[in-house]
């Protein structure tokens, strides 16, 4: 099924040979839309490539120039709690490494377990913890495409945050930097969760990029990961948590993250 994904991609690239593919988390869509040239590929028109379900989520790729690169970029992603098995984001992620891929930006949108990072906090990605409940790689291992035991040290590149750092820096955009707890979800965390994930070392939760940066660094490729911080975790402020909110807090950040994800595009 990768060669078959891979192969049906590269049928559509032209003469496209992206390096760089990019992950859009909730509400950071309009990245996408300002690829130039594009060819949009609709996930339903890739046979084995699994179909994203959540609003505001539209579900395609998006292959073309951004900053004088040539990108791949994901206009949607694939959660684990829309009941996609983990192994399912390993199979696209080895078809991009078959394409060629080696660096791996992705965005997403978070929780905040302290009240240092309130809503609207655009944060690196140092590191993460994974309280998914399941890793993409349990199977069978191929060793060409990576090793049985991958070591993750260097999870998110050392030097592309350092780069990333810099540029914010430049572009005066201010950016945060932090650990990432995932949670399966659907549910948002009980406030004891909140209060655990924070003594645990997390900064922010979420429900995504995870299993995408775990099955990247298995490729050998290059992390670079963001999150935009859209609500403080539950039981830090009063009153109930909804997608509604959240959407508007990504709108909000989005300006200044694609500005600063697209000056890391340029300068990588
Ligand atoms: N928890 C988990 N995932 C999230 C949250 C949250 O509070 N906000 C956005 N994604």
């Not at 690829?35 to 490539?49: L, Q, S």
């Not at 004088?68 to 192994?87: A, F, N, T, W």
């Not at 302290?114 to 809503?119: E, G, I, R």
């Not at 965390?189 to 997390?202: H, K, M, N, Q, Y």
């Amino acid at each position: 099924m990768i060669e078959k994904i891979a192969a049906q991609i590269k049928a559509r690239l032209g003469a496209y040979a992206p390096e760089t593919a990019i992950i859009l988390g909730s509400g950071l869509g309009a990245l996408g839309d300002q690829i130039e040239n594009p060819v949009i590929i609709p996930y339903g028109e890739i046979e084995g490539f699994p179909q994203s379900t959540v609003s505001g989520h539209k579900g395609r790729l998006i292959i073309g120039r951004l900053e004088g690169k040539d990108v791949l970029c994901m206009q949607g992603r694939i959660h684990l709690y829309e009941g996609h098995s983990p192994q399912s984001i390993n199979t696209f992620i080895k078809a991009f490494q078959l394409l060629g891929i080696q660096n791996l930006i992705v965005t997403n949108a978070s929780g905040s377990l302290t009240t240092d990072l309130p809503a609207g906090t655009i944060m690196l990605i140092k590191d993460h913890i994974n309280l998914s409940g399941s890793n993409p790689l349990i199977g069978p291992n191929d060793e060409a495409y990576g090793p049985r035991f991958p070591d993750m040290s260097n999870a998110y590149d050392k030097e592309l945050r350092a780069k990333a750092k810099e540029l914010a820096k430049q572009e005066n955009i201010s950016l945060a930097e932090g650990v990432y707890l995932m949670v399966s979800g659907p549910t948002f965390e009980t406030p004891s969760e909140v209060r655990a994930f924070r003594i645990l070392g997390a900064d922010v939760v979420g429900m995504s990029t995870v299993p995408e940066v775990i099955c990247a660094v298995h490729s050998g490729m290059k992390v670079l990961g963001f999150s935009v911080v859209v609500n403080l975790g539950c039981g830090l402020k009063e009153g109930a948590i909804n997608h509604a909110e959240t959407l508007r807090e990504a709108d909000k950040a989005s300006a200044n993250l694609i500005k600063l994800v697209r000056t890391c595009i340029r300068e990588i």
